[in-house]
């Protein structure tokens, strides 16, 4: 033999199982010998044929002879009854990429071994990964049965994971509801096994056949937290007839990790008075749910409820320091020191703004720590000092040059120096000619500097640029119907942005703005107070106190007014309507 040649590699069971042969088949042994260990085959199954016939079955392995190694290991197998030799037959069958023979060894250990879970899912999988789904009725009934009935609700929420990587959706969700179908109607399990059934159908792409699953679920078990989950992705995803089934759990006692989830969604949806409640429920049920706190603190600073602000940040604070390091805890509390250093900024004390700000450790969040700080120097009168400091920041990538413009071109709109903010984003256009978010905010300057005809090129450049820009088409009709010209236009314009992002609450205050406009006033109440009960905003608030006071409905405009004033005193449109109204408040 030539003793530099590579020597032939065995897998560790391998090793283990030709070790144990060549052990029993050495001439001296003691009769005191130890018995074999619990996890290698039996001594007397192990005989010194059988031994070389593993040894024999490795080399072919490792020697690209896949199909004899697979005869003689599956032969051993049979021979000795052991899973892990059916396992490794299984494998080597893999190996040469042969799933017939995987399936046939699969079936042989299940055949062998018809109590083991592990023979069972072994056959399970390798259907699946054949595209045989019409087969894996059978395999998917014994996985069940061959649960403990005290998991089998559990093993059935895991059923879909196994057909994750089936090419027919379909034909999955069909195989696994005929599968199911005993567990359908029993209670311990019918919940459990109604969301399973969802949740195939869902990735089938048939999200009313889901919507109809998790129905069936909550008759089952109302309180069945894996339906109200599927119910918040379905309604996530676009279903909305998925909320109600969601709102009925959440009646009774609901998880608080749905019911962040659902807060979320609503976030997403600017729902904001919505999420703000079903935070305080999770707040409530959970005080120690530190992200809860978080964002129910981001929510009040927006709407400018300092003290309860200041309360949950600080409550999040708590939590979150005594948590260990990691990335998700740096961010969450750079964004609470950030948003108490806004509270202190507002109430003046500067000092203890500069104290939050003085915390943030995570250089990723340093340049919103500086652009809150250059907000502070401004608020003193120091604006030429916290422009500077905005553009000394570093600039580690490309996308921190345009944060570190957009938080100038921020800073001067605060303060109302809307001809520097103009100039810099119209030279930032001239640079990137196709920047619609960048056309927009021009636009919106252009609009402050009376530059009405500018204000309406650059809109309708991003519109031409980019169809689906909601937000371009409802400024361009919202300005036409603020200065009440080209009425039917404007409102073309708003339902467009309507149409791009149904329900958002800014369009439509825009939409019962131009019915006013156009005498429209009962139309304009009932918009208006659907867009001010969904966000209740001083914007809004403006515009529907001055329909209701159109109206004779003085009481309800006045109490509107001042529940503007209340979410932001400073509101240039609030200010203005109360002051064109004649009202003293």
């Known amino acids: 033999m030539d003793y530099y040649e590579p020597m032939p590699r065995f897998t560790p069971l391998a090793l283990a199982l030709l070790l144990a042969g060549g052990a029993q088949c050495a001439a001296a042994q003691s009769a005191a010998e130890e018995a074999p260990k619990p996890d290698l085959p039996a001594s007397s199954a192990l005989d010194g044929e059988l031994f070389y016939q593993l040894l024999l079955g490795e080399l072919n392995a490792q020697g690209n002879e896949p199909g004899a190694a697979y005869a003689l290991i599956l032969d051993a197998a049979r021979k000795t009854n052991d899973p892990r030799l059916y396992q490794r037959a299984v494998d080597i069958a893999f190996q040469a990429r042969s799933g017939d023979s995987a399936l046939q060894a699969a079936r042989a250990w299940k055949q062998a071994q018809p109590d083991s879970r592990e023979a069972n899912r072994y056959v399970l999988q390798i259907l699946i990964a ?15 049965t061959l649960v403990p009935a005290a998991n089998r609700s559990a093993a059935i929420n895991f059923l879909p994971r196994f057909f994750a990587r089936a090419a027919d959706k379909k034909q999955a969700a069909a195989v696994v509801e005929q599968a199911l179908g005993d567990y359908l109607m029993q209670a311990g399990t019918g919940a459990a096994a109604w969301t399973t059934v969802g949740r195939m159908r869902q990735a089938a792409g048939d999200s009313q056949g889901a919507l109809d699953a998790v129905m069936r679920a909550q008759k089952v078990d109302p309180a069945a937290d894996g339906a109200a989950l599927l119910a918040l992705e379905l309604m996530a ?26 807060a979320r969604v609503l976030l997403d949806a600017q729902r904001y008075a919505e999420a703000a409640r079903q935070l305080e ?22 709407d400018n409820q300092q003290a309860a602000a200041e309360v949950s940040l600080k409550r999040y604070v708590e939590l979150m320091t005594a948590q260990p390091a990691s990335p998700e805890r740096s961010r969450g509390l750079a964004q609470a020191y950030l948003s108490l250093a806004q509270i202190a900024e507002k109430r003046k004390d500067y000092p203890g703004a500069e104290a939050w700000l003085g915390r943030i450790e995570n250089a990723q969040d340093m340049i919103s720590a500086q652009n809150r700080r250059a907000s502070i120097l401004a608020r003193q009168g120091k604006l030429d000092e916290a422009r500077k400091l905005l553009r000394s920041l570093p600039e580690r990538n490309p996308g921190d ?95 467009q942005a309507l149409k791009l992002a149904p329900g958002d609450p800014f369009i439509t205050d825009s939409l019962g703005w131009v019915e006013f406009r156009m005498g429209h006033w009962s139309d304009a109440l009932r918009i208006l107070e659907g867009a001010y009960k969904s966000r209740p905003d001083p914007e809004i608030a403006a515009h529907l106190a001055e329909v209701l006071w159109t109206l ?34």
Not at 247 to 259: C, D, F, K, M, V
Not at 281 to 302: D, H, M, N
Not at 406 to 424: C, G, H, I, S, T
């Open 552 to 585: 004779g409905l003085q009481d309800r405009a006045v109490a509107v007014l001042k529940e503007g004033l209340l979410l932001n005193a400073e509101n240039e449109s609030l200010l203005a309507t109360v002051k064109r109204l004649g009202i003293k408040l």
């Open 130 to 144: 054949l595209n045989r789904l019409a087969d894996t009725v059978e395999p998917l009934r014994d996985d069940l």
């Open 281 to 302: 429920a999770v707040t409530a049920q959970r005080p120690e749910f530190a992200e809860a706190w978080l964002i129910q603190g981001t929510l009040q600073v927006q």
């Open 401 to 495: 040059a345009r944060i570190k413009l957009m938080a100038e071109v921020q800073l001067l709109r605060e303060n109302q120096k809307y001809q520097p903010a103009y100039d810099l984003l119209a030279s930032a256009v001239a640079r990137e000619p196709k920047d619609t978010d960048l056309m927009y905010d021009q636009a919106m300057l252009a609009e402050k500097l009376g530059k009405l005809d500018d204000m309406e090129r650059l809109l309708r450049q991003v519109i031409a640029i980019k169809p689906e820009a909601q937000h371009a088409y409802n400024a361009l009709g919202y300005s036409l119907a603020d200065r009440n010209v080209r009425l039917p236009e404007a409102r073309d314009l708003i339902r």
């Open 237 to 262: 995803a676009g279903v909305p007839q998925a909320e109600p089934l969601l709102t009925s759990y959440l009646n009774g006692r609901a998880a608080p990790e749905i019911r962040m989830g659902y």
